[in-house]
């Protein structure tokens, strides 16, 4: 059985940090995800992460604020969110993928979905 549950998320003032966790269970990954979802909006790709962490990709409207990372001893990922926006206010979702290899940026690519932690940032 395969699981994924977030954590993290809360209210912050704009220019503050958060960090998501996203703790997983029942099998090993290859590509782990961040996206979000804003009320109204589809869902956005956020950063991924291959099996080893060796590679890592982001949006461009979070690149250089937020860092992916993961610990496949615990089987865990995180994300660390740096200098919020209120535009980066969402649900945010963690999402795994169970094999191959490359870089994976739409949602379609993930094979398991968490239940999304809220990130409200208040201007």
């Known amino acids: 059985q395969v699981e994924l549950v977030e954590s993290g998320g809360g209210l912050v003032q704009a220019g503050g940090s958060l960090r998501l966790s996203c703790a997983a269970s029942g099998r090993t990954f290859s590509s782990m995800g961040w996206f979000r979802q804003a009320p109204g909006k589809e869902r956005e790709f956020v950063a991924t992460i291959n099996w080893s962490g060796s590679t890592t990709y982001y949006a461009d409207s979070v690149k250089g604020r937020f860092t992916i990372s993961r610990d496949n001893a615990e089987n865990t990922a995180a994300l660390q969110m740096n200098s919020l926006k209120p535009e980066d206010t969402a649900v945010y979702y963690c999402?795994?993928?169970?094999?191959?290899?490359?870089?994976?940026?739409?949602?379609?690519?993930?094979?398991?979905w968490g239940q999304g932690t809220q990130v409200t940032v208040s201007s």
């Open positions: 999402a795994a993928r169970a094999t191959g290899a490359g870089t994976h940026l739409i949602s379609d690519e993930y094979d398991w």
